[in-house]
């Protein structure tokens, strides 16, 4: 396929693809499916050969947040049954962190949910991150806060904060119909804060809340634009509870040509597989390892992932292999440099109940009630 063709040589030039182009990736037939695949995985392996980055979130504080997020399980007025806990202790949180370091991770994220850090709450994660790297050598934390104010980045990083991630999530057009307690521009100028205080920029979407491939390609070229070194691709996690719990909008083979098409647009940067992976591309993962060079190992924020174990089967059996911590995650000319997710009731189906295609997957949305925050070993 020329479209195809030309992607790929554009990818591996780093150059720009047209919006024309991004939009027919979306567009192509289930026929067309793995060849849209393997064109894409020529550009991420040429990038990021065939390794795999790890990464493990620590929820420093879960629910009770002010904002208004529709996708988000932690939203003001949610009744999804989540895990809530004010912040964790330093060591609470180094500990949950090295489970998933012990597991194969090279990157921690700290995560807590609210609109944005006090100072205080700057204090507290910057003790956490001395915990962390106390503990443990070389490993990268990334830390997502919400909304910075000035010189809060710049704390972070003095503290030892790698990176910094904060998604826009949706088209700068539709953010509004998502969320009303703070904008699109707010979003931007976090990412920017950050990466003008020497954080590496961590900035993704999340996909499936009833957008349009044209607020797809939006985001995605934004993205680019605002030249994050890390993008993490969420697939709604529809949770009962919460206003966006009936968007089942997303398939596998959907959800294929997202990330095919984050690659051909930012062909060069950690692409990352983030919540909603199990829900959404079910037994098509290991395929997905060929479009994307990140993914999270375990459990997400407020919902359970499959198990750590079955990431490291999967991530070996498909022929890819764990990034080690020596080595480096970007490719020569970017090195040197969520993360919320949606949450709900634990569904389960009946034990001889067969999925239907196309039919909603509530039986997969499992609310996190193991690792940080309760007394249960976590995920890893
Ligand atoms: S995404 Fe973040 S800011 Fe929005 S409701 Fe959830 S925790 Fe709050």
Request: hydrophobic share 40%.
């Amino acid at each position: 396929m020329d479209l195809l063709n030309t992607l790929v040589d554009k990818g591996l030039r780093r150059e720009l693809p047209t919006r024309e182009e991004a939009l027919a990736v979306l567009a192509t037939s289930d026929d067309d499916l793995l060849d849209v695949v393997a064109a894409a995985g020529k550009v991420r392996r040429h990038w990021f050969g065939r390794r795999v980055k790890l990464n493990y979130l620590v929820n420093l504080k879960s629910g009770l947040c002010p904002e208004d997020c529709s996708y988000c399980s932690q939203r003001l007025g949610s009744e999804a049954g989540i895990l809530k806990y004010t912040w964790l202790k330093p060591d609470e949180a180094s500990k949950a962190a090295a489970a998933g370091l012990a597991g194969g991770a090279k990157r921690v994220c700290l995560v807590a949910s609210g609109r944005g850090p006090t100072d205080r709450d700057v204090d507290r994660v910057s003790q956490t991150i001395k915990a962390i790297k106390d503990e443990n050598e070389g490993v990268e934390v990334c830390a997502c806060l919400g909304l910075l104010s000035d010189g809060q980045a710049e704390r972070l990083r003095a503290a030892g904060a790698d990176a910094y991630n904060h998604n826009l999530n949706t088209s700068e057009s539709t953010y509004g119909d998502i969320t009303t307690t703070h904008t699109y521009a707010d979003r931007v100028d976090t990412v920017q804060k950050a990466h003008a205080a020497g954080l590496s920029p961590c900035s993704g979407l999340i996909a499936g809340m009833g957008e349009s491939d044209e607020d797809l390609v939006d985001v995605v070229f934004s993205l680019r634009e605002l030249d994050p070194d890390s993008v993490p691709v969420n697939f709604l996690i529809p949770f009962e509870g919460t206003p966006l719990a009936k968007e089942w909008n997303l398939t596998p083979q959907r959800c294929l040509r997202i990330l095919a098409m984050v690659r051909f647009v930012c062909p060069d940067v950690e692409v990352r597989i983030a919540g909603g992976r199990e829900v959404h591309l079910r037994t098509m993962q290991p395929l997905a390892l060929h479009l994307a060079n990140s993914i999270f190992l375990g459990d997400y924020l407020t919902s359970e992932g499959q198990a750590g174990k079955a990431d490291l089967e999967m991530i070996a059996d498909a022929g890819f292999e764990v990034e080690g911590a020596d080595q480096v995650t970007l490719p020569e000319h970017r090195a040197g440099g969520g993360c919320h997710e949606g949450a709900g009731a634990c569904g389960s189906a009946p034990a001889d109940a067969q999925p239907v295609a196309g039919e909603p997957r509530t039986d997969l949305v499992a609310v996190r009630r193991r690792g940080a925050g309760t007394d249960l070993a976590p995920n890893a």
